[in-house]
């Protein structure tokens, strides 16, 4: 038991904690500022569609489980801290538990706001599928084109909080790491 209150072992984590913050961070603000302009990008209402459906589905794939993930282990981390025998070190639990907390209000952010979109612009992408081919479905792909861009960016200005909760988490953790 002594090996995990090992002080070395504790800023080691705290320090693997921090960065997989930021790198949760620093994914979030790529889908922003590359992902979704690329995807807007496209003439094709369908292919617009089709991009952002497997732009979700593989952010579901291991962005989702490695929030999971982030949760545990900084949920581990602050336990760590505020058992801590050393009381320099078990001070800092009060960072981390921050981070924690704050971390968690991205899941109830990204069902409210962001998921109505992403099911509304793949029941889109389904619908415009049931079209058909020819001149049908080129008709109701400009017919739908605004409404598919509106979505896009109203998804891209909510999807700020998945960037800056992150972020501000972040840096409760820098500061929680500066032992």
Known sequence: MDNIYNPIFIKVFAAFNTIYLAALAGAAHGMYIFSIPIVKNSDSSMIMLRQFHQLITLGARYMQESSRVKGLALALLTYLLYSHPDEEISGRWKWFGAALVLGAQVAWYE????????????????????VGEGEERKRRDR???????????????W???RIVMPLMCTCLAVRGLIF
């Open 143 to 157: 017919e739908i084109r605004a409404e598919v861009l509106r979505l896009l960016e109203q998804w891209q200005k």
């Open 159 to 161: 999807h700020i909080g």
């Open 111 to 130: 069902v409210v706001f962001v998921f109505p979109m992403n099911d509304r612009l793949v029941e889109m992408e389904g619908e415009l599928k049931e």
